[in-house]
């Protein structure tokens, strides 16, 4: 599978997601009750095989004493694995994705899974709605906003649209100082939670 190529396949009440990220997506048919009155129950579940450090970083976050009933807003979704497992969770998703090969995924998928996301096309320089957990995972790529003068705005950008967490990375062969004391100046804690390939992951709080 080229990992460029993102595809989904249907088997049975199953789709299979491959890409950059592989993972399965099946509707819950279990008739059991659960253990705890008013306990969320979800209508989808999502199973993965997932190893990349990314998913292994931030997956322990996506669960639904963390994610239930929240917004939750994937900035350059790819295959949705994040947008999907938080949708699984009860979560409110927005995907931001303007590359076809992936929104048009992410759109057929859901449809046919009958998870409601809300897929966007605008860049994400343009998009101004808050919500509960951004991931920003694309940040690292975007060297033209990692100058002084660009991170400036970029700090006020991302408190701007996040209410509780954030997630974002910063290229590892750059020094983190001017980042970290500008954005800690609009979040209250900061947690390295580990590295993917030449990135930094990090997790602020508001």
Known sequence: MNKNTPSYTVVGNKIQIDGHHSFVLFKNKSTARPKKRHA??????????DTSPEWE???PYFSVPFLNTKTFLDLEAEEGIFSFAAACMGCF???IEKRPRYYNLIHDV????????????????TYKRSSNVVK????AK??????????????EYF???TKEMLFITWPSTKDETEFLQ?????????????????????????
Do not use: C, Q
């Open 93 to 95: 998703v927005t995907a």
């Open 159 to 161: 408190s701007d649209i």
């Open 40 to 49: 969320f129950v979800p209508k989808v579940i999502m199973t993965t095989n």
């Open 182 to 206: 500008i954005m800690e100046h609009y979040f209250s804690r900061t947690e390295h939670l580990g590295n993917r390939k030449s990135e930094k992951i990090f997790l602020f709080f508001k």
């Open 110 to 125: 859901a449809e046919k899974i009958e998870l409601k996301i809300e897929l966007i096309k605008e860049p994400i320089e």
């Open 57 to 59: 970083l931030l997956s």
């Open 142 to 155: 975007r060297p033209e906003l990692h100058e002084a003068e660009a991170l400036l705005k970029v700090g």
């Open 136 to 139: 920003a995972l694309f940040f």
